[in-house]
Antibody, heavy 116, light 107 residues
Framework: EVQLLESGGGLVQPGGSLRLSCTVS????????MTWVRQAPGKGLEWVST????????YYADSVKGRFTISRDNAKNTFYLQMNSLRAEDTAVYYC?????????WGQGTLVTVSS | EIVMTQSPAALSVSPGETATLSCRAS??????LAWYQQKPGQAPRLLIY???SRATGIPARFSGSGSGTEFTLTISSLQSEDFAVYYC?????????FGQGTKVEIK
């Protein structure tokens, strides 16, 4: 059974940093791209970032480019989202997802709140 | 960026009836289109990929069609557990983009 488990969310002040983690089990982790998707309160889904299996290719939404960094540790079956220079508009539930082109498995989400 | 536009924003349907949801892409995405279902407080769930292929464990009452710029998700004989928000998403180009969602409500 494929499982994804996020951690690392919480309350952070504007301008602060946070690192999200997503630990994956039940699949050959290094073979798959992984993705972060977020959802602001009461809003729709927004793709944030994707990292390919080898870790050497990454993609970002314009809204986070230059502030967020996606990475992965294939030895730990875990990928990350380092979020710097956080803004109020980054407040959202962040989901990690397996990226088989479509997003076929999702974590339960972790809430990030950016507020003073 | 490819803009995905879903219609209607909300749809009221009686149990047992059929719901038809539309998704339009601002440029062709071929058949690289997925549909997701999201219930309150839950993560999205993949329903359809490749415009018309059902994901593992998805009931046959969910069907997808279309290609290019026009896509449809049809939910036949709506069950109580089908009332939710549905999103389309293209994976033909970067950035990946979602539609704004269609809420299927009980009539």
């Amino acid at each position: 059974e494929v499982q994804l488990l996020e951690s690392g969310g919480g309350l952070v002040q504007p301008g602060g940093s946070l690192r999200l983690s997503c630990t994956v089990s039940g699949l050959m982790f290094r073979s798959f791209a992984m993705t972060w998707v977020r959802q602001a309160p009461g809003k729709g889904l927004e793709w944030v970032s994707t990292i390919l299996g080898s870790g050497d290719t990454t993609y970002y939404a314009d809204s986070v480019k230059g502030r967020f960094t996606i990475s992965r540790d294939n030895a730990k079956n875990t990928f990350y989202l380092q979020m710097n220079s956080l803004r109020a508009e980054d407040t959202a539930v962040y989901y990690c997802a397996k990226d088989g082109s479509e997003f076929d498995y999702w974590g339960q989400g972790t809430l990030v709140t950016v507020s003073s | 960026e490819i803009v995905m536009t879903q219609s209607p924003a909300a749809l009221s349907v009686s149990p047992g009836e059929t719901a038809t949801l539309s998704c339009r892409a601002s440029q062709s995405v071929s058949r690289t289109l997925a549909w997701y279902q999201q219930k309150p407080g839950q993560a999205p769930r993949l329903l359809i990929y490749g415009a018309s292929s059902r994901a593992t464990g998805i009931p046959a009452r969910f069907s997808g069609s279309g290609s290019g710029t026009e896509f449809t998700l049809t939910i036949s004989s709506l069950q109580s557990e089908d009332f939710a928000v549905y999103y389309c998403q293209q994976y033909n180009n970067w950035p990946r983009t979602f539609g704004q969602g269609t809420k299927v409500e009980i009539k």
